[in-house]
């Protein structure tokens, strides 16, 4: 055997334990004194062993008794990284929630849809206080003229209407768009006018001709985007893009003529394109779960 070799493995030649490995790389076995470029620390005698020697067992540790009777460790499931944990598969993540989605059945757009859904809160759901709205606008109205429809008295006027009735329309759409608030960077062509309540308290009687307040959104948006320009023309708090309760949102509903002389309270999904609205139609911001 060289002289060489047996710097490395010969016991005997073991060089000082303060000026381990040459030139600074690597460490030599405390047990064989091979030099070891990745060496091991024995957490129990805390000396340097290399690959061969890494075990209590292997290099015969002196306190090995603390090894054996240490408690059994049993690996958490939890604490167990993959790769699947490292890179989770977002497609069958968004496939899982779009099946739960469909699962639970298509969102009411209606006021009739929801009378008897389970799980509304009292006060926090937005199709009660709608309806609740409507029904103390509506006792209201009979109170001064019993022979109008709720259609008229929300912003529906017919068109068909002959002499005043259809000048007043014409001077009513002049006086929405002479005086509407909205982006000011969207082009005349792309204009939708309409008339717009916020619903602050459903258990107010209001007047809505004099509270109704003019505004135009772009009829190339979608409705979420149109209904933030609307709360912040008018400076009504949104908190729409920023929160997580339900509760705290603010729903667009308009009340479409459907041959009855009620008409049909309805939500406007924010998904859908604002040219859904026509100019002259009145809308009504009623913050709530949907």
């Given at each position: 055997?060289?002289?060489?070799?047996?710097?490395?493995?010969?016991?005997?030649?073991?060089?000082?334990?303060?000026?381990?490995?040459?030139?600074?790389?690597?460490?030599?076995?405390?047990?064989?004194?091979?030099?070891?470029f990745l060496p091991f620390v024995c957490e129990y005698c805390k000396k340097t062993y290399c690959?061969?020697?890494?075990?209590?067992?292997?290099?015969?540790?002196?306190?090995?008794?603390?090894?054996?009777?240490?408690?059994?460790?049993?690996?958490?499931?939890?604490?167990?990284?993959?790769?699947?944990?490292?890179?989770?598969?977002?497609?069958?993540?968004?496939?899982?929630?779009?099946?739960?989605?469909?699962?639970?059945?298509?969102?009411?757009?209606?006021?009739?849809?929801?009378?008897?859904?389970?799980?509304?809160?009292?006060?926090?759901?937005?199709?009660?206080?709608?309806?609740?709205?409507?029904?103390?606008?509506?006792?209201?109205?009979?109170?001064?003229?019993?022979?109008?429809?709720?259609?008229?008295?929300?912003?529906?006027?017919?068109?068909?209407?002959?002499?005043?009735?259809?000048?007043?329309?014409?001077?009513?759409?002049?006086?929405?768009?002479?005086?509407?608030?909205?982006?000011?960077?969207?082009?005349?062509?792309?204009?939708?006018?309409?008339?717009?309540?916020?619903?602050?308290?459903?258990?107010?009687?209001?007047?809505?001709?004099?509270?109704?307040?003019?505004?135009?959104?772009?009829?190339?948006?979608?409705?979420?985007?149109?209904?933030?320009?609307?709360?912040?023309?008018?400076?009504?708090?949104?908190?729409?893009?920023?929160?997580?309760?339900?509760?705290?949102?603010?729903?667009?509903?308009?009340?479409?003529?459907?041959?009855?002389?009620?008409?049909?309270?309805?939500?406007?999904?924010?998904?859908?394109?604002?040219?859904?609205?026509?100019?002259?139609?009145?809308?009504?911001?009623?913050?709530?779960?949907?």
């Amino acid at each position: 055997m060289s002289s060489v070799t047996n710097l490395f493995i010969d016991k005997s030649q073991q060089p000082n334990q303060d000026d381990q490995g040459i030139m600074n790389l690597g460490r030599n076995c405390q047990y064989c004194n091979q030099l070891d470029f990745l060496p091991f620390v024995c957490e129990y005698c805390k000396k340097t062993y290399c690959q061969n020697h890494r075990t209590v067992e292997q290099h015969e540790c002196v306190n090995k008794e603390k090894f054996f009777n240490q408690h059994p460790r049993t690996p958490s499931p939890n604490s167990t990284i993959s790769s699947k944990s490292l890179f989770p598969d977002r497609d069958a993540d968004r496939r899982k929630m779009e099946a739960k989605l469909n699962a639970s059945g298509v969102r009411p757009t209606t006021i009739k849809e929801t009378q008897f859904r389970v799980g509304d809160v009292a006060g926090t759901n937005a199709f009660k206080k709608f309806q609740k709205f409507l029904s103390i606008q509506r006792k209201s109205n009979k109170k001064t003229d019993g022979s109008m429809s709720i259609t008229k008295l929300f912003g529906k006027s017919s068109l068909k209407s002959s002499g005043s009735g259809a000048s007043s329309k014409f001077v009513d759409i002049a006086n929405l768009k002479k005086n509407a608030k909205g982006d000011a960077k969207i082009k005349l062509e792309d204009k939708i006018f309409v008339w717009c309540v916020y619903v602050k308290n459903p258990d107010e009687e209001i007047n809505i001709e004099k509270d109704k307040k003019p505004i135009f959104v772009n009829k190339n948006w979608v409705i979420g985007r149109s209904l933030d320009s609307i709360a912040d023309a008018l400076h009504i708090k949104n908190n729409n893009n920023v929160t997580s309760d339900s509760s705290e949102k603010l729903n667009i509903f308009k009340i479409e003529e459907n041959g009855s002389a009620e008409g049909e309270p309805k939500l406007i999904a924010t998904s859908l394109k604002s040219n859904v609205l026509k100019t002259g139609d009145t809308i009504y911001l009623v913050r709530g779960t949907i």
